[in-house]
């Protein structure tokens, strides 16, 4: 059986984002995610900011989390700067958390 | 979708050295602060020497570092040939430690000093330039935050070897209409347009800052731009009037820069109260505060005013803004290198666990209060008063290096 949506955000929820201290999935940075009968599963996500140093290790991180789940045997990440992230997106105890003195 | 090349973040060995080295010299040139006193001449041999110690040990050589990392980043191609900055620092070392001891006791030394310098600078810029080419992204960005401030440091550094020619009597130039030249080239176009270009990347990065316009950047830079241009050719062709629009433009440049990082300080969504963020506000505040005495100065006030000017310059804006990030760039050059490949078999710090919070707390305080007791003792030409504010900046100094020190051998857990 292939993945759930619910299984691959789970996953990346493990990854953290080692400057702001929260996961992936908690900022608000995973737009969408499937897995196809192939268990090929895909994510479309975006980062905090263009010129983030971390690029290609975030992408990396995300790949091998998902490719850890029992029904997932490839992850194809793309990466989009449409809509752009702001912190709206991200949950409520990370607005919180960022904005508390 | 991505062909970022593998080189793409340097080793964390070439870069350490720009780090350690600035940082120690911040330690030496507060150290020698303590000799000054507080009616110097600001063409004393001891201030010459000390400025320049102060701006190519500390300032160039951590601003060179952090251009090797971000230069990458920005671009999104690896450097053109990273191995370069191997060379780039040890060149930059020993021409500035030439033009120091020049300008000290050997005017003969400077203007090879000044030769070595600039060949280090030609290196960094060649490099620059040709990793430029690598990229179709020639944004605004990159010709803010690289060619633009590199092209003023050519200049500068042109002029200032000109001058050190005149300066051992090779040349009959007058040095001193040459001087605001090399001053406003180097400190305006190279120093204070850096600073402008890589905030606007680094500011909203740190502070999550989303979806403000960069219309007030880019007009701050024409004016910038413009204003040094204005400055220097009215100097060396002793121009007034061509000088006063210069610095009218550079005015109005800075007050609409504020008007960006006021903007984006309206946007941030990370409202945490960490070291970098309080080194940020010292260090603007710092620029605003040099402003009115340079305005002061310009507008007929005594010497003392152009010394507090400089040192609010060097110490608020040049020193916080540096050492600020220092808090943020060093943690993260030796997580990547270290702590990265562990990310997902083992638990990895934080990069704010990397920060040593109580220490980097108590740097910020004994700077900024060495900083402004010292300026307390240029305003009322108090030598004691001066001197026991540089008993804090030493302070500060030696905690900043014991601070940078921990963040590079950062270890906890491995
Ligand atoms: C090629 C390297 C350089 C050479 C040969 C050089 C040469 C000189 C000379 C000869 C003077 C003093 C002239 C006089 O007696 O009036 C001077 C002053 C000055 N230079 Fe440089 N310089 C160099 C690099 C730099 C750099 C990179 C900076 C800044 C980033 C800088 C900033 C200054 C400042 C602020 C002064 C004025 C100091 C004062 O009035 O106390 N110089 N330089």
Redesign the pocket.
Known sequence: MSATKDDIYAAIATVIDPEVGFNLVAMGLIYDASCNEEKGAKVTMTLSTKACPLHQMIVTWVKEAVTKIDGVDSCEVELVWEPPWNISMADEDVIKALGGM | MFNISQDFAPPFKLIAPYFRIGTFFYLAASVLVMFFGADIF???VY??S???LF??GF??MTMLGAMAQLIPVVLEVGHFSVGVFYFIWPLLLL?MLM?VA??YMAPAL??Y???V??VSIIIFVTDALLTLRKTEKLGSIAIRGILLPNVF?LA???V??V??L??TGAITID??S??LG??YL??GG??IITVMGLSLILLPMFGLSHGFSERPINLAMWLISFGVIAVAMGAILGISSLKILGFLLSFSAVTVYFYQLWIIYKTRARKEHDVWASSMYVAFVSMLVSMVFGAVYLLGGEHKYLLSA?WVLFYGLFGFVIIGHLYKIVPFLVWFERFSPLVGKQKVPMLADMVPTRAAGFQFWLSLTGAVICLAGFLGSSDLVFKSGAAFLIMGALVLVHNVRFMMNFKEGL
């Open positions: 600001h063409l004393d201030v010459l000390w400025v320049h701006l190519l300032v160039m021409g033009l020049g300008f400077l203007p000093g000044g030769a310098v600039l440091l500068g550094l042109i200032g070897i001058m050190a005149g300066f040095i001193h040459w001087l090399h001053v180097l400190l190279y120093v400089f």
